[in-house]
């Protein structure tokens, strides 16, 4: 599988190296979310107008999914567009609504043949109505695959998804369906949009920037954190090993102690 997707090249060999250890302790992340950032620096490196480097952030997408793909993760949140998003010029804006379609046109038979479920998370009814078609209609053709979860987020905000969990969570107090004793933080996972899924094990960030952006503020709670100074579009495959070995190396604790510590 290796060899149809990067070729026999140096990188080949160290991802097949890095993939047998990987494999060998066994510490692969269920879970990676990514903030991709620094398309437009990318471009702007390049004299490029912003778009193009949305554009080459896509491919990126693709070649990451593919790599996660590979190396057994189960599930990639990969952040796409932002509720702060639309405050961009119209026509950056346009672009990037438009990129969920060429995206799925040209790998959604890989999507299929690698058993990927394509998934969203965010505001989908105010996604322009071709956007969310298409969005729809992939996730309707891959609600029974069982690899890869795809999820993107789109119109996403965290800070939204908590107000709207919280007044969902009152309604149901209201008509007597939940108690306030009955509240707790499954409680509030279960309302969130990522109920169906487990917390991110690791979060990537590129291009340098070292915040959160309203991304998974719940969900990031007891995530490992990873920057990169790399540009979206020139994450590749080496990037993506280095976050998930680095990850291996943690020592993740949720607040507690070890094995040996607590002796
Ligand atoms: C932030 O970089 C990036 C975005 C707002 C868009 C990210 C989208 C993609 C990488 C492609 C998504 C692909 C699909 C299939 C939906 P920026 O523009 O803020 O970069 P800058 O900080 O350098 O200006």
Not at 218 to 227: D, M, R, S, V
Request: hydrophobic share 40%; charged share 30%; proline share 3%.
């Amino acid at each position: 599988m290796f060899k149809r997707i990067f070729g026999k090249s140096k990188i080949e060999k160290s991802l097949l190296e890095e993939q047998k250890n990987l494999s060998k302790n066994d510490l692969i992340p269920t879970h990676i979310a990514i903030i991709m950032d620094g398309n437009g620096r990318w471009a702007k490196k390049r004299a490029m107008p912003r778009i193009a480097g949305h554009h080459e952030g896509m491919k990126t997408v693709r070649k990451i999914a593919r790599c996660a793909d590979d190396v057994g993760i189960k599930i990639l949140t990969l952040y796409a567009f932002s509720t702060e998003n639309w405050k961009r010029p119209k026509q950056e804006v346009d672009f990037l609504m438009s990129l969920p379609q060429q995206f799925l046109k040209s790998f959604m038979p890989e999507i299929m043949e690698r058993n990927i479920r394509v998934q969203l998370i965010g505001e989908k009814d105010e996604l322009p109505q071709t956007t969310k078609a298409v969005l729809n209609e992939a996730m309707e053709k891959t609600k029974d695959n069982t690899g890869l979860i795809l999820n993107f987020a789109m119109n996403y905000g965290s800070r939204a998804e908590i107000v709207k969990a919280m007044k969902d969570i009152m309604i149901e107090v209201r008509d007597g369906k939940l108690t306030i004793d009955d509240i707790n933080e499954e409680t509030i996972n279960d309302y969130l949009m990522t109920s169906q899924l487990p917390e991110p094990d690791l979060l990537i960030r590129t291009s340098g920037e070292v915040r959160l952006s309203n991304f998974m503020l719940w969900q990031l709670a007891y995530t490992e954190f990873w920057f990169t100074d790399t540009l979206w579009p020139d994450f590749d495959e080496q990037c993506f090993m280095e976050a998930i070995l680095d990850y291996q190396k943690r020592n993740r604790r949720y607040g507690g102690l070890k094995g040996e510590e607590m002796n």
